[in-house]
């Protein structure tokens, strides 16, 4: 009984609906909203952060990069602001302004931000370079150096490329300043003192040319391995992947596979996939180049995609747009190595990045 009245209440509210419906029809019909599209982008539809490194100049002045950075990229490194040169540029000034800017834009935008890099041999302001002084007052330096920033920023900054480039192509220490001045161990040293400073950072050891081939790449896993078995806190290895549209396919996924062996979280952390690798200076952008390099894209963004999921701790494009790249000034050459073009357009590459993650 009880059931047939629900019933009957139901008829009579439909037909009270389609009464008033009849009654909408003779009001002048409102035009219709547009269809409701899923808004697309790099961080919505990726199963790992997806980031880029930031010009602030850009983001402060120039409103299609603005966009662009804001609704495409959930993690954020700064392309110069935290370097050693821009953070520290006198032995007792620091200087947080581009970098706090940064900051708080993250804060305001929902942004991881990964701190880029506290020791380097480049980005080295004459005060560090011209430094006079003996083993304990260089240690002294290194490690106030990185304490101060580590701290500024502890509860900002998720993560830490601490070393950066310390190694030579050949396997070898590259012969920096760091290395003459405070021995072979710095790095493991480096790392402790970040720690230190902030316990909750994530800290990366990140150098470029793992997909070149096995030399460099097993020196850089041995020394990360030998850390880690000596408990020294490294988490993960920044692979740059500053790399071109004719590398092989293998010699990517050798790079990333072996980073990830070693049980560490892996960054593809400055990812641009150069066009005129042998500078070209009349060559042109065709579709097919557009293609080749979507492909690549999508072969370095599947490989990530297949290590384990604790391990991925994202991918970072170095720069944003084809316009703001740094490899055509650096290299004296025209060159597109980025998925969005000199106009922030999307790019065949930005499919490609969506394709590899399907
Ligand atoms: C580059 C910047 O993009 C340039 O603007 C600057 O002149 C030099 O440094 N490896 C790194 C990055 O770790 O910090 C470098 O960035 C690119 C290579």
């Known amino acids: 009984m009880k059931k047939l009245q629900t019933f009957l209440v139901l008829i009579l509210f439909a037909g009270g609906l389609a009464c008033s419906k009849s009654k909408n029809e003779e009001k002048p019909v409102s035009p219709p909203d547009p269809p409701v599209t899923e808004e697309v982008s790099l961080q919505k539809?990726?199963?790992?952060?997806?980031?880029?490194?930031?010009?602030?100049?850009?983001?402060?002045?120039?409103?299609?990069?603005?966009?662009?950075?804001?609704?495409?990229?959930?993690?954020?490194?700064?392309?110069?602001?935290?370097?050693?040169?821009?953070?520290?540029?006198?032995?007792?000034?620091?200087?947080?302004?581009d970098a706090d800017y940064l900051i708080e834009f993250?804060?305001?935008?929902?942004?991881?931000?990964?701190?880029?890099?506290?020791?380097?041999?480049?980005?080295?302001?004459?005060?560090?370079?011209?430094?006079?002084?003996?083993?304990?007052?260089?240690?002294?330096?290194?490690?106030?150096?990185?304490?101060?920033?580590?701290?500024?920023?502890?509860g900002k900054v998720v993560s830490w490329d601490v070393v950066n480039e310390a190694f030579d192509d050949d396997g070898t220490l590259r012969n920096s300043l760091w290395l003459q001045?405070?021995?072979?161990?710095?790095?493991?040293?480096?790392?402790?003192?970040?720690?230190?400073?902030?316990?909750?950072?994530?800290?990366?050891?990140?150098?470029?040319?793992?997909?070149y081939g096995p030399t460099k790449r097993t020196a850089i896993l041995n020394m990360v391995n030998d850390l880690k078995s000596r408990s020294i806190p490294v988490n993960?290895?920044?692979?740059?992947?500053?790399?071109?549209?004719?590398?092989?396919?293998?010699?990517?996924?050798?790079?990333?596979?072996?980073?990830?062996?070693t049980g560490l979280k892996v960054h593809i952390s400055e990812l641009d996939i150069a066009m005129n690798p042998d500078n070209n200076q009349n060559l042109t952008f065709t579709a097919s180049?557009?293609?080749?390099?979507?492909?690549?894209?999508?072969?370095?963004?599947?490989?990530?995609?297949?290590?384990?999921?604790?391990?991925?701790?994202?991918?970072?494009?170095?720069?944003?747009?084809?316009?703001?790249?740094w490899i055509p000034g650096n290299y004296n050459r025209p060159d597109w190595p980025l998925p969005f073009d000199n106009a922030y357009k999307k790019k065949p590459a930005y499919q490609g990045i969506l394709d590899g993650a399907k």
């Open 45 to 97: 539809k990726l199963p790992f952060p997806f980031g880029a490194a930031v010009n602030i100049n850009l983001l402060k002045n120039n409103s299609a990069y603005r966009e662009v950075v804001t609704t495409e990229f959930n993690s954020l490194t700064a392309e110069t602001a935290m370097k050693t040169a821009t953070l520290h540029p006198q032995q007792n000034t620091f200087n947080w302004t």
């Open 181 to 211: 001045k405070l021995g072979p161990d710095y790095i493991a040293r480096a790392f402790q003192y970040a720690h230190e400073a902030d316990p909750d950072a994530l800290l990366f050891y990140n150098d470029y040319g793992h997909e």
């Open 106 to 154: 993250a804060r305001q935008n929902n942004k991881r931000i990964h701190g880029h890099t506290l020791i380097w041999h480049q980005s080295l302001p004459s005060w560090i370079t011209n430094f006079q002084g003996d083993a304990a007052a260089w240690e002294d330096l290194f490690k106030t150096h990185i304490q101060t920033i580590v701290s500024h920023f502890k």
């Open 289 to 325: 180049l557009a293609d080749q390099q979507a492909q690549k894209y999508k072969f370095i963004v599947k490989t990530y995609n297949a290590i384990p999921k604790s391990q991925q701790f994202g991918i970072t494009t170095w720069n944003v747009s084809d316009a703001d790249s």
């Open 236 to 261: 993960g290895i920044g692979l740059q992947m500053h790399t071109r549209y004719t590398m092989a396919d293998n010699n990517l996924a050798n790079a990333i596979n072996t980073a990830a062996q």
